[in-house]
């Protein structure tokens, strides 16, 4: 059974960082690429940023370029999106996906965590 | 960045009934890379339908999807009462990928 756990949300003040973790489990990890999404309080879905099944590849919404970075552990089967620079309009349930099929990096994804909520606020 | 646009906003069906749902976008899908998926309050989104027509796996098939292009439908043959959501379109096709606003499907 594919599971996707978010870990790392929480409040933060504005301009501050922080780091969201993902662990994946059943499927082999490096053999997907992974995205994340966010969905502000009472809004809808937005894409947020993609990695390559090993990592060379990193993909942002101009939204986020510049202030996020994600990254991947393949060897502990891990996703990851550091951000900083965090703002009023960041506040948001940060979802970490695994994309539906092998060989490219697609933000189409069939299995999503039960997301991670940021509060950005003084 | 490709515009989806959902509707009806919100629709007000029973239980047993058949609905489509509409997704819209602002330039054709080439390859009809074209996704819905459907959320319950406090919870993740489930991914139904991908390549315009294709059901994910577990999907029942009361679900279905059609369309080209620019116009996409979601079919929802008989309703359950467990399908009573917000329903969003994604296209996969043109680089950002993006989500329609969303379509709630309430009980009447």
């Known amino acids: 059974e594919v599971q996707l756990l978010e870990s790392g949300g929480g409040l933060v003040q504005p301009g501050g960082s922080l780091r969201l973790s993902c662990a994946a489990s059943?499927?082999?990890?490096?053999?997907?690429?992974m995205n994340w999404f966010r969905q502000a309080p009472g809004k809808g879905l937005e894409w947020v940023s993609a990695?390559?099944?090993?990592?060379?590849?990193?993909y942002y919404a101009d939204s986020v370029k510049g202030r996020f970075t994600i990254s991947r552990d393949n060897s502990k089967n891990t996703l990851y999106l550091q951000m900083s620079s965090l703002r009023a309009e960041d506040t948001a349930v940060f979802y970490c996906?695994?994309?539906?099929?092998?060989?490219?990096?697609?933000?189409?994804?069939?299995?999503w965590g039960q997301g991670a909520l940021v509060t950005v606020s003084s | 960045e490709t515009v989806l646009t959902q509707s009806p906003g919100t629709l007000s069906l029973s239980p047993g009934e058949r609905v489509t749902l509409s997704c819209r976008a602002s330039?054709?899908?080439?390859?009809?890379?074209l996704a819905w998926y459907q959320q319950k309050p406090g919870q993740a989104p489930r991914l139904l339908i991908y390549?315009?027509?294709s059901r994910a796996t577990g999907i029942p098939d009361r679900f279905s999807g059609s369309g080209s292009g620019t116009d996409f439908t979601l079919t929802i043959s008989r309703l359950e009462p467990e399908d009573f959501a917000m329903y969003y379109c994604?296209?996969?096709?043109?680089?950002?990928?993006?989500f329609g606003q969303g379509t709630k499907l309430e009980i009447k």
């Open positions: 996906a695994k994309s539906r099929v092998t060989g490219i990096t697609s933000v189409l994804s069939d299995y």
């Open positions: 059943g499927f082999t990890f490096g053999s997907y690429a």
């Open positions: 990695i390559s099944e090993s990592g060379g590849s990193t």
């Open positions: 330039q054709s899908l080439g390859r009809n890379f």
């Open positions: 390549g315009a027509s």
């Open positions: 994604q296209q996969y096709d043109i680089s950002p990928g993006t």
